[in-house]
């Protein structure tokens, strides 16, 4: 059974940090490619990171490029995101994702970053 469950999620001023994790049940994590992506209001939902299951290379688009990093944790079968110098634009919600042939996906947590 494949489950992806998200937390970190929050309110947090522009500027601040936060950490996203995501934790896998029913799969090894470190074998697929694994990423998050996030939906704000009115947008279609966006790629902010990925990292491939062989040998750990990470993808980031230049929206959050140098803010964000992405990461895994073998041991706790768990994925993380990283992300500093928040700002407004990316408040949304942010989800897990695992490219496996189908795709699935976490439930979501919701990033709010404002004054």
């Known amino acids: 059974q494949v489950q992806l469950v998200e937390s970190g999620g929050g309110l947090v001023q522009p500027g601040g940090s936060l950490r996203l994790s995501c934790v896998a049940s029913g799969f090894t994590l470190e074998k697929y490619a694994i990423g998050w992506f996030r939906q704000a209001p009115g947008k279609e939902r966006e790629g902010v990171s990925c990292?491939?299951?062989?040998?750990?290379?990470?993808y980031y688009p230049d929206s959050v490029k140098g803010r964000f990093t992405i990461s895994r944790d073998s041991a706790q079968n768990t994925m993380y995101l990283q992300m500093n110098d928040l700002k407004p634009e990316d408040t949304a919600v942010y989800y897990c994702?695992?490219?496996?042939?189908?795709?699935?996906w976490g439930q979501g947590t919701q990033v709010t970053v404002s004054s």
């Open positions: 990292i491939t299951g062989t040998n750990g290379r990470a």
């Open positions: 994702y695992l490219a496996r042939g189908p795709d699935y």
